[in-house]
């Protein structure tokens, strides 16, 4: 038996490769089929099955693909309704892998399909379980995540009764293998370890604790942040069908040159930079909306992109490819192209640039002990609850562009979050809307707390 994890940390998402004697299964997987088919070629093996557990919301689903490459078969558990061939399995219904068996649990509560796969070994003892977006470590599925009839409340209750009529009731060392981690907004706070065991959550998960279905209710259902735009349309993607991957890289890897780049920004196209926030504030084409490949790229760009716009990026050369699969990951597919040469062209022919002037955390406190600037922190209100610095206005970058009417376009701003990249992406939001006297905090309030301590308050 071989259980690998594949975790990709763009999306805090975690797939399954499991093989027993040549024959595989992969549960979840994201996009690119490659990663997989390379783990088979590599061990000699077969990929006989692709697992879904459920129609994912925060990421475009591979298995389509994957089975069209390897024959593999699709397996969803109880509920699911695609719109493509797959095999609609059983509550404990069991697939052979070679001499282990992979048993269907159907687990709905974070959606009606929400399905957990236990792994069992050739002398039938439960040795692990995959579960998708039911259980995480420290954390559950949220249960608002789903468009249709049913209400995070009835759902809730679906998970209450799948947490603690199934999962719990599992052997106490069966391994947890959970479909997301830290910074994944399909919880409310997943934990930073990548597996844990059912005893281990049974003591410190919240969801597990003995408990009243309505206190559950509250628990799970309470301080759910908005959900990005983009989930619910990703949900489609994955239930309808999603385009061969190669297609979208196909239409989307479009080198232009300067003048089609820029008629197609005449023509209302946004201008994605996915440089660094150093690079991008050293120079940029005016409008651009700078979101780093090096941070959590596509969740911010699904927070902060409608999904329909007609995207133009930038970015470091040779990263091209990396941009769009990205892009592709989370469903965004009108790419119009990017320009040869990158922001080099831009300037070799002598176009305008702006740019943002970056503090450090000692200009920093000058400037705040001057009054002269209104300061924004655009971390998330947990974040800001625990370490803050007076006199800050606080806009969570997921609302900046809903609450850009609070700001005074002729006001000076200081912008800072936890290390400099949110904060950037703030700034570039604003140069964007108009808003051009903008500094942005280089190292952010983590810089700060290290080089002048007094202006940080811990609480």
Same mark, same amino acid.
């Given at each position: 038996?071989?259980?690998?994890?594949?975790?990709?940390?763009?999306?805090?998402?975690?797939?399954?490769?499991?093989?027993?004697?040549?024959?595989?299964?992969?549960?979840?997987?994201?996009?690119?089929?490659?990663?997989?088919?390379?783990?088979?070629?590599?061990?000699?093996?077969?990929?006989?099955?692709?697992?879904?557990?459920?129609?994912?919301?925060?990421?475009?689903?591979?298995?389509?693909?994957?089975?069209?490459?390897?024959?593999?078969?699709?397996?969803?558990?109880?509920?699911?309704?695609?719109?493509?061939?797959?095999?609609?399995?059983?509550?404990?219904?069991?697939?052979?892998?070679?001499?282990?068996?992979?048993?269907?649990?159907?687990?709905?509560?974070?959606?009606?399909?929400?399905?957990?796969?236990?792994?069992?070994?050739?002398?039938?003892?439960?040795?692990?379980?995959?579960?998708?977006?039911?259980?995480?470590?420290?954390?559950?599925?949220?249960?608002?995540?789903?468009?249709?009839?049913?209400?995070?409340?009835?759902?809730?209750?679906?998970?209450?009764?799948?947490?603690?009529?199934?999962?719990?009731?599992?052997?106490?060392?069966?391994?947890?293998?959970?479909?997301?981690?830290?910074?994944?907004?399909?919880?409310?706070?997943?934990?930073?370890?990548?597996?844990?065991?059912?005893?281990?959550?049974?003591?410190?998960?919240?969801?597990?604790?003995?408990?009243?279905?309505?206190?559950?209710?509250?628990?799970?259902?309470?301080?759910?942040?908005?959900?990005?735009?983009?989930?619910?349309?990703?949900?489609?993607?994955?239930?309808?069908?999603?385009?061969?991957?190669?297609?979208?890289?196909?239409?989307?890897?479009?080198?232009?040159?300067?003048?089609?780049?820029?008629?197609?920004?005449?023509?209302?196209?946004?201008?994605?930079?996915?440089?660094?926030?150093?690079?991008?504030?050293?120079?940029?084409?005016?409008?651009?909306?700078?979101?780093?490949?090096?941070?959590?790229?596509?969740?911010?760009?699904?927070?902060?992109?409608?999904?329909?716009?007609?995207?133009?990026?930038?970015?470091?050369?040779?990263?091209?490819?990396?941009?769009?699969?990205?892009?592709?990951?989370?469903?965004?597919?009108?790419?119009?192209?990017?320009?040869?040469?990158?922001?080099?062209?831009?300037?070799?022919?002598?176009?305008?640039?702006?740019?943002?002037?970056?503090?450090?955390?000692?200009?920093? $406190?000058? !400037?705040?002990? &001057?009054?002269?600037?209104?300061?924004?922190?655009?971390?998330? /209100? *947990?974040? #800001? =609850?625990?370490?803050?610095?007076?006199?800050?206005?606080?806009?969570?970058?997921?609302?900046?562009?809903?609450?850009?009417?609070?700001?005074?376009?002729?006001?000076?701003?200081?912008?800072?979050?936890?290390?400099?990249?949110?904060?950037?992406?703030?700034?570039?939001?604003?140069?964007?809307?108009?808003?051009? $006297?903008? !500094?942005?905090? &280089?190292?952010?309030?983590?810089?700060?707390?290290?080089?002048? /301590? *007094?202006? #940080? =308050?811990?609480?």
């Amino acid at each position: 038996m071989y259980i690998q994890q594949i975790y990709t940390g763009c999306l805090a998402q975690a797939s399954y490769y499991i093989e027993s004697m040549g024959e595989a299964v992969v549960i979840d997987p994201i996009r690119e089929p490659e990663p997989y088919i390379k783990i088979a070629e590599q061990r000699g093996t077969k990929i006989k099955y692709v697992f879904e557990t459920h129609f994912h919301a925060d990421f475009v689903s591979g298995h389509i693909d994957l089975a069209d490459k390897t024959g593999a078969v699709i397996v969803f558990g109880p509920k699911a309704k695609p719109g493509y061939p797959a095999y609609i399995a059983r509550h404990h219904e069991r697939f052979p892998v070679g001499n282990c068996h992979i048993e269907v649990l159907h687990t709905p509560g974070h959606t009606i399909e929400s399905t957990c796969f236990l792994l069992l070994d050739e002398n039938e003892k439960q040795v692990a379980v995959f579960t998708g977006d039911t259980l995480f470590v420290g954390d559950v599925g949220r249960p608002d995540l789903m468009s249709g009839n049913l209400g995070k409340t009835e759902l809730a209750s679906m998970l209450y009764y799948s947490l603690h009529g199934i999962i719990c009731k599992l052997d106490d060392e069966v391994i947890v293998y959970p479909g997301h981690g830290a910074g994944s907004a399909c919880g409310k706070k997943p934990g930073v370890e990548k597996y844990s065991t059912i005893a281990d959550e049974k003591k410190r998960n919240y969801a597990l604790q003995p408990q009243t279905l309505n206190k559950f209710i509250t628990a799970v259902t309470s301080e759910l942040p908005r959900p990005p735009a983009y989930f619910f349309k990703d949900a489609s993607i994955n239930i309808i069908g999603a385009r061969h991957l190669d297609d979208v890289i196909k239409d989307s890897l479009k080198f232009l040159n300067i003048g089609t780049f820029s008629e197609e920004i005449r023509k209302g196209a946004l201008i994605l930079d996915c440089r660094s926030a150093k690079n991008f504030a050293e120079g940029f084409i005016p409008g651009s909306i700078n979101i780093g490949l090096n941070g959590e790229f596509a969740p911010w760009v699904g927070q902060l992109i409608d999904m329909d716009a007609n995207i133009l990026f930038i970015t470091e050369p040779c990263t091209e490819k990396e941009v769009v699969t990205r892009l592709a990951r989370i469903g965004y597919e009108n790419i119009k192209g990017t320009l040869a040469g990158g922001i080099n062209m831009w300037v070799q022919n002598a176009l305008p640039l702006e740019s943002i002037e970056n503090v450090d955390a000692y200009d920093f $406190n000058f !400037l705040f002990n &001057t009054n002269d600037y209104t300061i924004i922190d655009v971390r998330k /209100p *947990a974040e #800001v =609850a625990k370490e803050n610095i007076a006199r800050t206005h606080t806009i969570p970058l997921s609302e900046l562009q809903d609450r850009i009417s609070e700001l005074d376009a002729n006001a000076r701003y200081i912008i800072y979050c936890v290390g400099g990249y949110r904060s950037m992406i703030a700034a570039s939001i604003l140069m964007s809307n108009g808003i051009k $006297n903008v !500094l942005n905090v &280089t190292g952010g309030i983590k810089s700060v707390k290290e080089l002048v /301590p *007094a202006m #940080v =308050a811990v609480n």
